[in-house]
């Protein structure tokens, strides 16, 4: 009898355990199953698996932004073509699935990748903002290269630009 009761104890313990918790401030929180939490000031239930912020981003554009710069050579005005010595800004921007912009909150801090690759007509740098989804591609020589942007399971983006 003794062995059943000291059975029961370490059963109900175990239970009450795993459904008991503390938050921050030492208030005790209750999570049931399938219910969110309760016991605190704002009960918010969890994202249901599959649904986390990342898996709303469908697909990446590539483009480029802003005047293109010249420290040597001289500014092209056709749009994806960058003159030798100068530079262009690029953006990467994740994609929601009817086309709009994700919202920060939305997509990860900075992409999985952005890198030049084809070719090694250009550089690709971070952008004076310091914002990684931006990038300066700077023109090295006459040529095409690609540019592609990688956001988690979206399709990634690319760009072709040209130097002239």
């Known amino acids: 009898m003794r062995r059943v009761m000291i059975g029961w104890a370490v059963a109900i313990a175990a239970v009450f355990a795993a459904c008991s918790l503390l938050d921050d401030n030492g208030t005790t929180v209750i999570v049931s199953q399938n219910q969110g939490q309760t016991g605190g000031s704002d009960p918010t239930a969890s994202p249901s698996p599959g649904t986390s912020p990342t898996g709303a981003v469908t697909s990446v554009r590539v483009s480029v932004f802003g005047a293109e710069t ?3 050579g ?3 005005p056709a749009l ?3 003159g030798v010595g100068c530079q262009q800004a690029v953006t990467c921007t994740p994609l929601l699935a009817n086309g709009d912009e994700a919202p920060p909150g939305v997509h990860p801090p900075a992409p999985d990748s952005f890198a030049v690759t084809e070719g090694a007509a ?3 740098r971070l952008h004076e903002d310091g914002n990684p ?3 300066e591609a700077v023109g090295l020589a006459v040529g095409t290269s690609k540019i592609r942007c990688a956001v988690g399971n979206a399709t990634p983006g690319e760009l072709e630009l040209s130097v002239e």
């Open 80 to 82: 994806g073509i960058v």
């Open 74 to 76: 001289t500014p092209n």
């Open 122 to 124: 250009i550089d690709l």
């Open 133 to 135: 989804y931006n990038r």
């Open 70 to 72: 010249c420290s040597t």
